[in-house]
């Protein structure tokens, strides 16, 4: 018990273990839109791009969050903007933008020659978040989660049957931008966990696994929430008690859950 | 306070006009450089039945998304009940076919019949108890109200087809747009599906039907036809 108790003395994995939860819940709900609407890629490529946002914040001596934001923000309209040019097929966008935006994040790190905290950037520091930084990722996960109650019926029918919701006169495109503007942020705050390279995998890895057990679409949210917390404390543990990568911890974590639970189903499914 | 999916107040239909009319039509998709849509002209009066004949690739669900704002008319006009397009979204309803669904989403038979009703709820509003009720009212006209908590991913294809029509039904349009409603479905399916269509026809709406197969007692079933061939309207 002590175990896990001890970690808990210091204010810095107060911060953090709150700051997992936090973020665990806000990109399970927002994960699992991103999973069903088959946005995973997407997300991907916007988990790239925050870097050069990021690098240029720090140079500068401004926050990184808002770096990240705003790079990220560039990168989901660019996507969206570029996309409707029809000689540009989506596919290509999403894979062109943020693989120069990453290119402008790592051109600024060596023009900059700072690598110092490249690492932390690239793979997250959970334990090094601040009470700002805690306070800005609560005001994220609070505007998102409401997004997401507020348009719930129609990002569902958004993902079922879009022909249908722009029929009745739901536009479309603002919906697309309003999530992609929420994925953005979710980025940012996934970033400071899991950092740039890993933070996909927290928004995607936890609702897949929930999917794997479940047909409703609030339980696929509440397991992708309970999975990704999981995960998020394992890492927080695993850095602090053996100064490990917590974000690759985190990731490895959620990864694990998967395994185990797919497994199970497949076992399930051949002796039942 | 119900705030609208539709930046214009919804229209009442004009009582005096038909229930479609289009001039001229040309439509396309982007990209492509010949029209999908070449030149249509309809005029189809309210309660009047119609079958949208044509083999693959002649226009038909095209025309479809045309009509029910899914793709912009390149040239020529469009009107329903006499007002312009979008400003009868409750109006129109327009039955895709199955294949352009998710049907792996994780949502019950029910919620998926209760979508019908979000162009009456608008922004914030989850649906209410009449709105259940007209869902379970439509499911049970196509035998499926036992189906309202089974999740769609465990449907047969004729249940799939049943589903939409009674999403269909339950958003109560007077202009109904159905793309293949018989297209590989059971003997079952089949019956329901005619006598429900029979019954849309007895209350007085407008319906078009489009279909590759037009013979025999498939004549009967409608007040005319339109054929369509590669974009073009032959008869």
Known sequence: MNFITEPFQYAFIQRAVLAAVITGVLCACLGTFVVLRRMSVVGHALTHSALPGMVAAYLLGGSIFIGAAAATMITAFGIGFLSKDDKVYEDTSVGMVPTVMFALGVLLISAGKSYRDLSAMLFGNILGITSGDLKLIALITGATLLMLAFFYKELKLLCIDPDYAKAIGIPLHMLRYGLLLFLALTVVVGIQSVGTVLTNALLVVPAATARLLTDRLGTVMLLAGVFAVLSVLAGVFVSYYFSLSSGAAIVLACALIFVCVWLARAAKVKFY | ?235
């Open chain 2, 1 to 235: 306070m119900k705030f609208s999916y539709c930046r214009h107040r919804h229209s009442s239909p004009d009582p005096k006009a038909p229930a479609l009319e289009i001039k001229g039509l040309i439509a396309g998709y982007p990209g492509e450089d010949r029209p999908a849509l070449n030149g249509v002209n309809l005029s189809v009066p309210v309660g009047a039945s119609l079958a949208l004949v044509g083999a693959n690739g002649a226009g038909k669900s095209t025309l479809f998304k045309v009509i029910s704002g899914l793709l912009p008319a390149q040239a020529g006009t469009v009107r329903i009940f006499g007002h312009h397009l979008g400003a009868c979204h409750q109006q129109v309803v327009y039955l895709p076919q199955r294949s352009e669904i998710d049907w792996h989403f994780p949502m019950s038979v029910l919620e998926l019949v209760l979508t019908g009703r979000y162009v009456y709820l608008g922004w914030f509003t989850r649906p209410q108890k009449k709105d259940s009720d007209i869902a379970l009212e439509s499911m049970a006209q196509l035998g499926i109200a036992d189906l309202g908590l089974k999740q769609i991913g465990k449907l047969s294809g004729g249940q799939q087809q049943r589903v939409l029509i009674a999403r269909a039904l339950a958003q109560n349009a007077d202009l109904l747009l159905l793309d293949e409603p018989l297209n590989a479905v059971d003997a079952r399916t089949r019956d329901t599906v005619e006598r429900v269509l029979e019954g849309i026809k007895a209350a007085g709406k407008t319906v078009l039907v489009a279909t590759h197969h037009y013979c025999g007692q498939e004549e009967g079933r409608y007040d005319g036809a339109i054929y369509l061939k590669d974009g073009e309207q032959i008869k």
